[in-house]
């Protein structure tokens, strides 16, 4: 009997390798992109779970994430593509049908945007140069002109990161661990300085050598938790580079362990840590906080019960309220639940009258006074509001 096998098209390679970038957030609301899964669950296959509703600087889009192969010659202690763990199965897909799965789903109405990965096969070079390929295919050839966030493998050509910048929207420069000796115990293999911040510094230099062209951001992510990185560690770097490499956003990805690997047995980092490593990070990018103004504690985390704008408040503001009718933006953006459109609103509209009430910030559209009510003056005095007791 000859047995025929008949090679899978594009969009089915692509939905065999599955939901493969699951724990790689790609957009600007990365809590609400996908509910976690169990432990060890991985690699399911079916084209939705390859499809993820992202918030993009284009609004919210069905992506395609992926990745061009799930093979990797790299061992990063806590990852499922590593080398040697069997449980992975490994695929790949040519940047060619890639392009063609992609268009034929973007085409189809089914996505509108890429988010493209890969495992590191035959060294950095060649890998990225596969992940241009597919982007330019889709860019030169097909004319896309959505949303398209491209991995930097470790270490490139600085003409390769520039052709990356040139195709994507953004592109990931995955720092994985805040200091050498905290990646050298998640992947023995990465080079923080050299590898990884070198590609950072190195986009940034692009980019203010081009100042007229659209080139991609740069955002990095994080494994938070199973070495031992503290807040403190975490934010004063993302801190630095927002400040001085244009970096747009960190992702903190709460480390999960995957069965098979060396770290298996390691206990998952609370998703809430997750949560309040991103509050803290715009406190610092979009409300110019100082590091030193979050409440780490001494072993350089910050507490995960409390969230780290009330507890600044909690320690400065109730004896010291804010009065509305006078404070500058910065105090302002001090106060519990007003952010950066709050109080732009709140400048704006004193110009007009006293803001008296409560109700007069929710007209606003601030959406939970009495979360400021304790540490605001309205109209010189403290506003009523009763205090939740539960
Ligand atoms: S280089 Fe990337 S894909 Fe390869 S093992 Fe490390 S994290 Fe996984």
């Not at 957030?25 to 779970?49: C, I, M, N, V, W």
């Not at 406190?283 to 103004?293: A, N, P």
Request: aromatic letters at 6%; glycine letters at 6%.
């Amino acid at each position: 009997m000859v047995n025929i096998q008949i090679a899978p098209d594009p969009i089915q390679k692509i939905t065999q390798m599955g939901d493969v970038t699951l724990y790689e957030p790609a957009g600007d609301q990365p809590f609400s992109e996908r509910p976690r899964l169990p432990t060890g669950k991985y690699q399911s296959h079916s084209l939705a779970e390859c499809i993820t509703n992202v918030s993009t600087p284009m609004g919210k889009k069905p992506i395609l994430k992926t990745m061009l192969t799930t093979a990797c010659e790299r061992d990063c202690y806590y990852c499922p593509f590593r080398a040697g763990r069997a449980k992975t199965r490994r695929m790949t897909i040519t940047a060619d049908d890639l392009a063609k799965a992609f268009l034929a789903l973007q085409q189809g109405g089914a996505v509108d945007g890429l988010f493209l990965s890969s495992g590191i096969i035959k060294g950095s070079i060649p890998t990225q140069d596969k992940l241009l390929d597919a982007a330019d295919i889709i860019r030169r050839k097909h004319h896309y002109r959505g949303y398209i966030h491209l991995k930097i493998m470790p270490g490139i050509e600085d003409a390769q990161l520039y052709r990356a910048m040139q195709l994507a929207d953004r592109i990931s420069v995955n720092l994985e661990a805040p200091t050498q000796e905290r990646l050298n115990a998640l992947a023995p293999k990465k080079h923080l300085e050299r590898e990884l911040l070198a590609m950072v510094h190195m986009a940034e230099q692009i980019r203010r050598a081009h100042p007229h062209e659209k080139l991609a951001r740069t955002v990095t992510q994080f494994v938070v938790g199973a070495v031992g990185d503290t807040d403190l560690e975490l934010l004063s770097l993302t801190n630095n580079l927002h400040r001085h490499l244009g970096l747009t956003r960190a992702y903190f990805s709460a480390f999960h362990p995957i069965l098979q690997t060396p770290f298996e047995n390691l206990a998952p980092t609370d998703a809430l840590r997750e949560f309040r490593l991103y509050q803290s990070s715009f406190l610092l990018r979009d409300y110019g906080w100082e590091v030193e103004d979050l409440p780490f504690g001494q072993g350089g985390n910050l507490p995960t019960d409390v969230d780290p704008k009330k507890a600044w408040a909690e320690a400065h503001l109730r004896e010291q309220p804010v009065d509305l009718q006078t404070a500058d933006r910065a105090q302002l953006l001090r106060v519990p639940s007003i952010g950066p459109k709050g109080a732009e609103a709140i400048l704006k509209a004193r110009r007009q009258g006293k803001l008296a009430a409560l109700a007069d910030l929710c007209k606003l559209g601030i959406a939970a006074p009495e979360r400021a009510a304790p540490y605001i003056l309205l109209d010189g005095k403290r506003p009523a509001w009763q205090e939740r007791l539960f």
